[in-house]
């Protein structure tokens, strides 16, 4: 038996298995060092720690605007993982893009450390709080951010100063971008619960949100059954009340599936008719009205029906104005004006804070405008993600051609919707498809998956003339330089993707100015 295979036997890491007691708090925890600290979940939970007292630490392959900010803070980073930077720790924690074999974990192990997922942490931390969370196969950050900043914004008492924990960063009125992890001193905290590994499976929150349960991270779960039964879990798991898209089928499917006492909790929100959605096992219905966008202003404009049920007895017309584009942003704000609701806050009041939320980081982000050619970066990584996003762009911008820079995220999720792709990308005008991102997946391991994989799925019957507006250029920045090729004065182009495609943005904008004179109008 290889030395590999060995550790590989002893060590199993199990994100879905609990590592603490019910009786166990923050302050035992003892010097704690994170594997992986600048990843977006993990550097917020190191920094919630830190704010707390805990002593902690951590490493990272290379350094990092996160691990920048840590270290601001005063958190140690190695850059590197060797055996040596977990000596002394008593907790180390690990993501699931961290293997058994990993140095920092063997070491660890043979010191008798207690090694715990993400997800263990999280728990934790909502273990002494009213915790909110937002979990979904797309909107989780939207959700989650729109419903801390209503909190911040318009919180009083028990609601002020909320902690949360989001997996991304929120963008602020100064341009800046405000990090998505703050420890506070209220009673809440909000956060986005990852269902992609099944920990999610830990939490026990007063109100779980879920925006979607559209089949994804089928490389974990194997069936969207599977996937869906998760999903039942989870929403079982939460004490007080539970809130759901109804205009996903697949919460739909969750919701007929849960028992009746736990179907008792649940506020669904739909832009339909709840009299048209068949059975909703008892849940009660809060129904968008009036939704529309103002055209070219990006704002987003609806009216949410609160049911007597939810409000003294007496039915509530609640008008919504957001600043952040597309139906699927009120379906994320009615979500969250819905939570902040049952926590105490007056719905109307929640409306009011909601109107000044900018959005998240890397969520329709304007990131300049050069020679009238608009540049968006956005972290859309699903098919029903993008064709959100491209059906905001162009009730945004009616009379512009939209074109695309996509980098898919994961090989596996590449395969799995390569045709859904394609025809979420074909609401473009152009599209160049970049190199997979890999995140913790291998290439050698998908040797016949490639960008090219979409844009061959584009060549099917449904995308009819596929090479005249979609094309393969592995090489990321050959791909943003070429995009602009058939760009003129009045396009959009949009960066899309979970990686690192927004490292272009500004290489997008360089070579905008660097043309000053040769642009079409």
């Not at 999280?122 to 937002?134: D, E, I, S």
């Not at 990686?499 to 000053?516: Q, T, Y």
């Amino acid at each position: 038996m290889s030395e590999q295979s060995a550790v590989e036997t002893t060590i199993e890491l199990d994100p879905t298995r609990p590592a603490f007691g019910p009786d166990e708090r923050i302050g035992d925890l003892g010097r704690t060092h994170f594997i992986g600290i600048g990843g977006a979940g993990m550097s917020v939970l190191a920094e919630m720690l830190h704010e707390q007292g805990v002593v902690v630490d951590g490493s990272d392959r290379e350094p990092s605007p996160k691990t920048d900010r840590l270290q601001s803070l005063g958190v140690a980073v190695q850059f590197g993982q060797r055996a040596q930077n977990v000596a002394g720790a008593a907790t180390v924690v690990y993501s699931s893009a961290i293997k058994p074999d990993n140095p920092e974990i063997v070491a660890a192990h043979a010191a008798g450390a207690r090694i715990v997922h993400r997800s263990d942490i999280l728990a934790l931390l909502m273990a002494a709080k009213r915790a909110v969370t937002v979990a979904g196969a797309h909107g989780k950050t939207t959700t989650s951010s729109l419903l801390a900043h209503i909190l911040v914004n318009a919180g009083t008492g028990e609601l002020a100063d909320p902690s949360y924990a989001i997996g991304g960063s929120i963008q602020s009125p100064d341009g800046t971008n405000r990090d998505g992890g703050h420890a506070g001193h209220g009673a809440v905290l909000v956060a986005e619960a990852d269902e992609s590994d099944g920990s999610f499976a830990k939490y026990r929150p007063s109100i779980a949100i879920v925006t979607n349960a559209e089949p994804d991270h089928l490389d974990h779960y194997g069936t969207a059954d599977r996937y869906h039964r998760a999903f039942v879990d989870h929403i079982g798991h939460a004490r007080d009340a539970v809130v759901m898209c109804a205009d996903d089928e697949g919460c739909l499917e969750v919701l007929r599936a849960v028992d009746a006492d736990v179907a008792g909790r649940v506020v669904v929100y739909t832009t339909q008719d709840p009299d048209t959605l068949g059975d909703l096992n008892g849940a009660v219905a809060v129904r968008i009205e009036s939704e529309r966008e103002r055209e070219r202003t990006g704002r987003e404009c609806f009216t949410l029906r609160i049911p007597p049920a939810l409000a003294d007895g007496a039915e509530l017309e609640v008008p919504v104005e957001l600043s952040i584009p597309g139906i699927h942003n009120a379906r994320n704000a009615a979500a969250a004006i819905i939570a902040a609701g049952m926590l105490g806050m007056p719905y109307e009041r929640a409306a009011r804070a909601a109107a000044s939320f900018l959005g998240a980081a890397r969520r329709f982000q304007v990131c300049g405008c050069v020679n009238g050619v608009t540049v968006v970066d956005d972290y859309a990584h699903h098919p029903t993600e993008i064709a959100a996003l491209l059906d905001a762009a162009r009730r945004r911008y009616p009379q512009s051609r939209i074109h695309v820079l996509f980098q898919p995220h994961l090989y596996s999720r590449t395969r799995i919707f390569a045709e859904q792709f394609a025809q979420a990308l074909s609401k473009a005008d152009d599209v160049i498809v970049a190199g997979i991102f890999p995140a913790r997946e291998k290439q050698e391991d998908f040797p016949d998956v490639s960008a090219s994989t979409i844009v061959q799925a584009a060549g099917a019957d449904h995308c009819a003339d596929a090479g005249e507006w979609i094309r393969a250029v592995e090489d990321m920045r050959q791909a943003a330089v070429r995009i602009l090729d058939t760009v003129r004065t009045g396009d959009v182009v949009i960066t899309v993707g979970a990686g690192d495609i927004n490292r272009m943005d500004d290489v997008l904008l360089h070579e905008l100015s660097a043309r000053a004179g040769g642009m079409e109008s």
